[in-house]
């Protein structure tokens, strides 16, 4: 069975600027599978938003194919199952948080029983209970940005799309948006969405796909990444005399010895050191790990070259 919830096969985008056509997205592919977090990563400009607003249905593609629950984006099956944060939501500032979830929910054609069941459901969600009674006007940054999920939430999609609904979020802010995220998958839902953000990324995502200049330049579980990026060892000893350690990568610091190699060195690097010297300690053996944003910085450096 395929359990695709998107689908994007050599996608591509040009937007018209004077009398040119800029390409915009360079026949990218990737597939979502069902309730899996995907984040979508790239620096400004990269056409993350281009292709969330492709995957909504509210820009149309020059050539490729794309699908979403099996149907063009912006088809009724689509829409309807699908929740969309965007990435500067308009909010009408006049009304309260309730009464903005009340006024989507009408859009959508929901009835004054259901809002009233769903609505305070939504609110306790996203942690705005008491909020809910206030005009949005007075909300924080991070009170617009949960208020703008409760929105993308109100018909229970399966699939949510967020773009970049970390940014401008303090710590706080961050964690309340990243457990919210999760939560839904633990519901059984989808979620898509776009950060630059990497550490937050990092915390929450299945997989991840990098764009970079409207290419998708990696894609992958992150745990795979995660392997691909340790990128050095580090033998710590103590009691050690420093003549046995000739030839070796190492740095003193206080009174343990750090040995820096590569994984297949370790073996060797050990029994010659205890064929030197036999009462030392071995203090700890441990992968050095490229954080995402190392990672990431080092895959942009050679994009660059
Ligand atoms: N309507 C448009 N007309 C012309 N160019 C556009 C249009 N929309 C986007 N672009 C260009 O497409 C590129 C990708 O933009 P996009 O908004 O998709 O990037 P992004 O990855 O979302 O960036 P950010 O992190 O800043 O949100 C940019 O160079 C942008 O200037
Ligand atoms: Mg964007």
Not at 17 to 25: A, N, Y
Not at 134 to 160: F, V, W
Request: aromatic residues 8%; proline residues 4%.
């Amino acid at each position: 069975m395929n359990n695709d919830i998107i689908e994007a096969k050599s996608l591509a985008k040009s937007f018209r600027i004077g009398l040119k056509r800029k390409k915009i997205l360079h026949s990218i592919s990737f597939n979502i599978e069902k309730e899996e977090i995907f984040g979508f990563l790239g620096p400004n400009g990269a056409g993350k938003t281009t292709t969330i607003k492709i995957l909504t249905g509210l820009l149309n593609y020059d050539s490729g194919e794309v699908k979403v629950f099996g149907v063009k984006p912006g088809e009724k099956e689509a829409r309807k199952k699908t929740g969309f944060l965007p990435e500067q939501p308009y909010f009408y500032e006049h009304l309260t948080g309730y009464e903005f979830l009340e006024f989507t929910g009408k859009l959508y054609g929901m009835d004054n029983k259901a809002l009233k069941k769903k609505i305070p459901e939504l609110l306790e969600i996203v942690r705005l209970k008491d909020a809910g009674r206030k005009r949005i006007r007075t909300y924080s940054r991070g009170m617009l940005q949960r208020i703008g999920i409760a929105n993308a939430l109100i018909r229970d999609p399966e699939l949510l799309i967020l773009d970049e609904p970390l940014t401008g979020l303090d710590p706080i802010g961050r964690k309340e948006i990243k457990d919210l995220i999760f939560e839904q998958k633990k519901r059984g839902k989808t979620v898509f969405f776009s950060s630059h953000i990497l550490p937050d990324a990092e915390q929450i995502c299945d997989r991840v796909g990098v764009i970079f200049n409207g290419k998708i330049i990696k894609i992958g579980p992150l745990n795979e990444i995660l392997k691909e990026r340790i990128t050095s060892y580090e033998i710590i000893l103590r009691n050690i005399n420093e003549n046995v350690l000739n030839g070796l990568n190492f740095v003193k610091i206080g009174n343990e010895i750090v040995i820096r190699t590569k994984e297949e060195d370790i073996e060797s690097i050990l029994r010659n050191l205890f064929e030197k010297s036999n009462d030392f300690k071995i203090v700890k053996i441990s992968p050095e790990v490229y954080t995402l944003e190392e990672w990431f910085v080092e895959i942009l450096k050679e994009k660059n070259e």
